[in-house]
């Protein structure tokens, strides 16, 4: 969906590096999600967020931390603590469509991140 | 939690067959079940979704069906095309959760 934007599109790290992850969302959406996808592996869920100044783990949340001081920002640390960190993760949202509460997931166009 | 299975891993069927993909859910409070089409390097697009006070739904060449008492729901393609050929997800969740999905099918529709 176009009003979900991430950056960058390609992320290289360094080992030992900390490193951010945008996500933002211009759809008045309360909910955001983050997702790590590894070929076969389907998409994990790391951290997800229903209301500003809060968030929940998810499967995967080791080595990851997130924010969510604004309602259309929900951006993603990886940390060097987690150990495997080259993927390609999603940032997604939900919420007011069309006048309607929906649990409907919208998703961004990612970020490849890749560990040198 | 919900842990959602999808089968099968990998799908070839010819231009103009149907396709049928498979997914199992096992928390019996998830209520919504969408499908998702991704295509290689692209985000997961929604294709159709159904919620438990429903058994199934259509959408053109599309249909979901749901089995609340099995915990079974599955997506049905008919009349493949060739740019029907992608990763197919199924996610399950209940109201104010995050999905969960399945490992995804890797559709390959050939002409």
């Known amino acids: 969906d176009g009003g979900i934007t991430q950056s960058p599109k390609y992320l290289f790290r360094k080992e030992g590096q900390n490193v951010t992850l945008s996500c933002e969302q211009n759809?008045?959406?309360?909910?955001m999600y983050w997702y790590r996808q590894d070929p076969g592996q389907g998409l994990r869920l790391i951290y997800y967020?229903?209301?500003?100044?809060?968030?929940q783990k998810g499967d995967i949340a080791e080595g990851y931390s997130v924010s969510r001081e604004k309602k259309e920002s929900f951006p993603l640390t990886v940390t060097s603590a987690q150990k495997n960190p080259t993927a390609f993760y999603l940032c997604?949202?939900?919420?007011?469509?069309?006048?309607?509460?929906?649990?409907?997931?919208?998703f961004g166009p990612g970020t490849r991140l890749t560990v040198l | 939690g919900e842990n959602v299975e999808q089968h099968p891993s990998t799908l070839s069927v010819q231009e103009g067959d149907s396709a049928v993909i498979k997914c199992t859910y096992s928390?019996?409070?998830?209520?919504?079940f969408p499908w998702y089409k991704q295509e290689l390097g692209k985000r997961p697009q929604l294709i159709i979704d159904?919620?438990?006070?429903?058994g199934e739904k259509k959408d053109q060449r599309i249909a979901v069906t749901l089995n609340k008492t099995a915990k079974h729901f599955s997506l049905h393609i008919t009349e493949t095309q060739p740019e029907d050929s992608a990763v197919y997800f199924c996610?399950?969740?209940?109201?104010?959760?995050?999905?969960?999905f399945g490992k995804g099918t890797t559709l390959s529709v050939s002409s």
């Open positions: 997604a949202s939900s919420g007011e469509r069309g006048g309607l509460i929906t649990d409907t997931q919208y």
């Open positions: 759809l008045n959406h309360d909910a």
């Open positions: 967020s229903q209301i500003v100044n809060d968030f």
């Open positions: 928390d019996s409070a998830s209520n919504y």
């Open positions: 159904i919620r438990s006070n429903v």
């Open positions: 996610a399950a969740s209940s109201w104010g959760t995050a999905l969960i």
